[in-house]
């Protein structure tokens, strides 16, 4: 027994081995190996699809858009521009029109001048007043020039006086013509005298007259300043005070 089983293992072995060796002659070896070795082949990973991009009219409103508040501020610009330049063109016009209403004196002086230039480049005795035969057409106006002016505070709000002497009062210290009057104001009793101009009277008075040259804005102004004081106190009726 025990012979027989020997024996039949050996012819299993044998044939084994016989029909191992076929396979490796035939190439059989690698297609088994390959059959347990192959794996299953993975499914492919889907992939995602890109995102859709807007349409091009879509693009070209929102292009619009964004340009149209552009379109209109360049528009708007020039638009103010002009209206800038009009605006200064007719304040120009305005104030030539108001300078062109005032007159010059007889000596040619500007109206719109500054009374304490005027005063300090005029020959001695040129300045001659606009409104010398109409003062009184001015006066009112006049008035009030002289209360912006501040002279009210030496002389009084109607001209009766105060730290400084009455206008009313019928002796003028220096003379109450428009060339002694213009200067005496613009310069201050010190400049007028410094130009030549000498007292023809006396007056009760804390100080010498300050200069207004600067304070009253233009000659214009002055000469009402002036037409007003001959409103109250005219040079015809005055009484100047001899040398």
Same mark, same amino acid.
């Given at each position: 027994?025990?012979?027989?089983?020997?024996?039949?293992?050996?012819?299993?072995?044998?044939?084994?081995?016989?029909?191992?060796?076929?396979?490796?002659?035939?190439?059989?070896?690698?297609?088994?190996?390959?059959?347990?070795?192959?794996?299953?082949?993975?499914?492919?990973?889907?992939?995602?699809?890109?995102?859709?991009?807007?349409?091009?009219?879509?693009?070209?409103?929102?292009?619009?858009?964004?340009?149209?508040?552009?379109?209109?501020?360049?528009?708007?610009?020039?638009?103010?521009?002009?209206?800038?330049?009009?605006?200064?063109?007719?304040?120009?016009?305005?104030?030539?029109?108001?300078?062109?209403?005032?007159?010059?004196?007889?000596?040619?002086?500007?109206?719109?001048?500054?009374?304490?230039?005027?005063?300090?480049?005029?020959?001695?005795?040129?300045?001659?007043?606009?409104?010398?035969?109409?003062?009184?057409?001015?006066?009112?106006?006049?008035?009030?020039?002289?209360?912006?002016?501040?002279?009210? /505070?030496?002389?009084?709000?109607?001209? /009766? /006086?105060?730290?400084?002497?009455?206008?009313?009062?019928?002796?003028?210290?220096?003379?109450?013509?428009?060339?002694?009057?213009?200067?005496?104001?613009?310069?201050?009793?010190?400049?007028?005298?410094?130009?030549?101009?000498?007292?023809?009277?006396?007056?009760?008075?804390?100080?010498?007259?300050?200069?207004? /040259?600067?304070?009253?804005?233009?000659?214009?102004?002055?000469?009402?300043?002036?037409?007003?004081?001959?409103?109250?106190?005219?040079?015809?009726?005055?009484?100047?005070?001899?040398?």
């Amino acid at each position: 027994m025990l012979l027989r089983a020997i024996t039949i293992v050996a012819v299993v072995i044998g044939l084994v081995f016989v029909a191992w060796s076929l396979l490796v002659m035939t190439g059989g070896r690698d297609f088994l190996v390959a059959a347990v070795t192959t794996e299953t082949p993975k499914a492919p990973a889907k992939e995602t699809p890109p995102a859709k991009e807007a349409p091009p009219a879509k693009e070209a409103a929102a292009a619009d858009e964004t340009a149209e508040p552009k379109e209109d501020g360049d528009t708007a610009a020039p638009a103010e521009e002009a209206k800038d330049e009009a605006a200064a063109e007719a304040t120009t016009d305005e104030a030539k029109d108001e300078s062109a209403e005032k007159p010059a004196d007889a000596a040619g002086v500007d109206a719109a001048g500054n009374p304490l230039e005027t005063a300090e480049a005029a020959e001695k005795g040129s300045l001659t007043s606009p409104y010398q035969d109409n003062y009184e057409s001015v006066a009112e106006e006049g008035h009030k020039k002289y209360m912006a002016a501040g002279c009210n /505070g030496c002389h009084g709000g109607t001209g /009766g /006086g105060g730290m400084g002497p009455p206008l009313s009062n019928p002796v003028w210290v220096y003379g109450n013509d428009g060339d002694t009057l213009f200067r005496l104001i613009a310069l201050g009793t010190d400049g007028l005298q410094a130009q030549g101009y000498a007292r023809k009277g006396s007056e009760n008075v804390v100080g010498p007259m300050p200069p207004h /040259g600067n304070i009253i804005k233009s000659n214009d102004d002055m000469w009402k300043i002036i037409a007003w004081i001959w409103s109250i106190n005219p040079p015809d009726k005055s009484a100047s005070a001899a040398q």
